[in-house]
T-cell receptor
Framework: GENVEQHPSTLSVQEGDSAVIKCTYS??????FPWYKQELGKRPQLIID?????GEKKDQRIAVTLNKTAKHFSLHITETQPEDSAVYFC?????????????FGTGTRLTIIP | NAGVTQTPKFQVLKTGQSMTLQCAQD?????MSWYRQDPGMGLRLIHY???????DQGEVPNGYNVSRSTTEDFPLRLLSAAPSQTSVYFC??????????????FGEGSWLTVV
């Protein structure tokens, strides 16, 4: 089955600096890679996603890159703000007919230092 | 459009009791799934379904049963609760259909404590 590894497990950055979280996946059949932000006691919320036919996607201060050959994808947050503090999860989704499964990484606790 | 609705939000069970966590979605999604999240941990897939009448096991299925008699509902049954099943349970759904690139929506979670 799919295995998603996520690094680092914790990350502290100064407000205004950039944060980068990296993930690798094992199954080349995975074709959709969402990133979720989870605040304490809340459900995971989708913040950005990328499909396997795209190499990069940007939404304001958040960007995601995908390297299918290396099976790597990364989340980049620029100009970090205190409200970016949360746990971030990457995930890989296999979506072939009859086989659909979303596998999560273990999470990164991001702390923005004012 | 309520999205993904989970009940109950909080539950305390005694060891050996059984119960069902309910999950319903009103978005006509084919794909539904259950995850558990232990304190400070990631989300682990318990069971999932790609359509009515079809279910499959995820990463941690032992001690749990599911059924998918309708497109809208995907209940999770704990057969004989154990303290190790103390966790937060999330139901999630998405359009599915094998087309790829489908947004997955999460319910608000169900906090379960087994004593």
């Amino acid at each position: 089955g799919e295995n998603v590894e996520q690094h680092p497990s914790t990350l502290s950055v100064q407000e205004g600096d950039s944060a980068v979280i990296k993930c690798t996946y094992s199954d080349s059949a995975s074709n959709y890679f969402p990133w979720y932000k989870q605040e304490l006691g809340k459900r995971p919320q989708l913040i950005i996603d990328i499909r396997s036919n795209v190499g990069e996607k940007k939404d304001q201060r958040i960007a995601v890159t995908l390297n299918k050959t290396a099976k790597h994808f990364s989340l980049h947050i620029t100009e970090t703000q205190p409200e970016d503090s949360a746990v971030y999860f990457c995930a890989a989704f296999i979506s072939n007919f009859g086989n659909e499964k979303l596998t999560f990484g273990t999470g990164t606790r991001l702390t923005i230092i004012p | 459009n309520a999205g993904v609705t989970q009940t109950p939000k909080f539950q305390v069970l005694k060891t050996g009791q059984s119960m069902t966590l309910q999950c319903a979605q009103d978005m006509n999604h084919e794909y539904m799934s259950w995850y558990r999240q232990d304190p400070g941990m990631g989300l682990r897939l318990i069971h999932y379904s790609v359509g009515a009448g079809i279910t499959d096991q995820g990463e941690v299925p032992n001690g749990y049963n599911v059924s998918r008699s309708t497109t809208e509902d995907f209940p999770l049954r704990l057969l004989s609760a154990a303290p190790s099943q103390t966790s937060v349970y999330f139901c999630a759904s998405g359009p599915g259909g094998g087309t790829g690139g489908n947004t997955i929506y999460f319910g608000e979670g169900s906090w379960l404590t087994v004593v």
